[in-house]
């Protein structure tokens, strides 16, 4: 369904309700009541089972059976900027260079797109005949190239054709500046021996980070946070990387950045806001020790 005016007036009214809702600290994330949640959701789960592929295909089967909302694509953005994004002070971050962004923009940007998105499909329809296909994408991707930020797919989308439940899974979609997203394009995440780009945490960087090629991207920020979201894809959706992307995943180097960065209290109002969407959770951000237990070449 494409924006109209109504859909964006609740589109900003929710989002202002949720930034009032900020006012109370425990509303951004409640550690307690969502405790309560984990625990539940995990019942069925055996952590100690001691067996890597059985506890990567029961949590398979728990992260798929409870997907029950699968989201378009369209839809995950409103939700994306309206909630499951913001940042405790009502912001939202671009997640390789940190830069703060107001949502409004983002929600308003969006509806900009898709109303010029429907007059360009319309416009196309009366010469399709004369357009192949790319040449419809680079219609849509100059579009996008007008805007200053935009999502990431983490896994992108190019690798799995685009296809839902996946191009619309909150869990590994986040906000992006425009110019971050081209630059990583769907080159691969590395870890380059001489870059160094979280040295200095506490200041706001600008750039997007290093890239080698089109096989190597180390971002200059979220490492951690893009790690557990590809773990998570990886145990979600098995088999569904393009073959010719398998051999580009590094497994050992996702669950370095895991490790190395902590979970943050913006992931855990994400994946509880996913939660509240979506039907499902992230076990990387729940259980974080759990990474050492699954066999995540099983979804490759």
Not at 184 to 197: G, H, I, L, M, Q
Not at 216 to 227: I, L, M, Y
């Amino acid at each position: 369904m494409l924006y109209d005016e109504e859909s964006i007036e609740k589109t900003l009214l929710r989002l202002k309700l949720n930034r009032e809702r900020l006012k109370e600290t425990d509303n951004y994330y409640d550690e307690e009541k969502d405790k309560l949640i984990i625990n539940d959701y995990y019942s069925s789960i055996n952590f100690n089972i001691g067996e890597l592929d059985t506890l990567y295909q029961h949590l398979n089967n728990l992260l798929t059976n409870t997907h029950n909302n699968v989201l378009s694509y369209k839809r995950s953005r409103k939700e994306l900027h309206s909630w499951v994004d913001l940042r405790e002070d009502g912001e939202t971050k671009s997640i390789y260079s940190g830069k703060s962004v107001n949502p409004e923009d983002l929600i308003l940007e969006d509806f900009r797109y898709e109303k010029e998105e429907k007059e360009l499909f319309e416009s196309i329809s009366r010469h399709e005949p004369l357009l192949t296909d790319r040449q419809k994408e680079e219609f849509l991707e100059m579009l996008e190239d007008r805007s200053q930020f935009n999502i990431e797919h983490v896994v992108p989308q190019s690798w799995f054709g685009k296809l839902s439940p996946m191009v619309g899974d909150l869990h590994h979609l986040f906000t992006c500046e425009i110019n971050c997203n081209s630059f990583r394009s769907s080159v691969p995440y590395f870890d380059f021996a001489d870059y160094n780009p979280e040295a200095y945490r506490e200041v706001i960087k600008n750039e997007c980070g290093k890239r080698g090629g089109d096989i190597k991207f180390e971002p200059e920020g979220g490492k951690g946070e893009v790690a557990r979201a590809v773990l998570y894809f990886l145990l979600r959706y098995p088999g569904k990387i393009k073959g010719e992307r398998k051999n580009q995943i590094d497994i050992d180097l996702l669950i370095k950045w895991h490790k190395e960065y902590p979970i943050t209290l913006h992931e855990k109002h994400r994946n509880h806001a996913i939660f509240d969407l979506q039907g499902n959770r992230n076990p990387l951000i729940d259980f974080p020790e759990c990474v050492d237990l699954l066999n995540f070449s099983l979804g490759i």
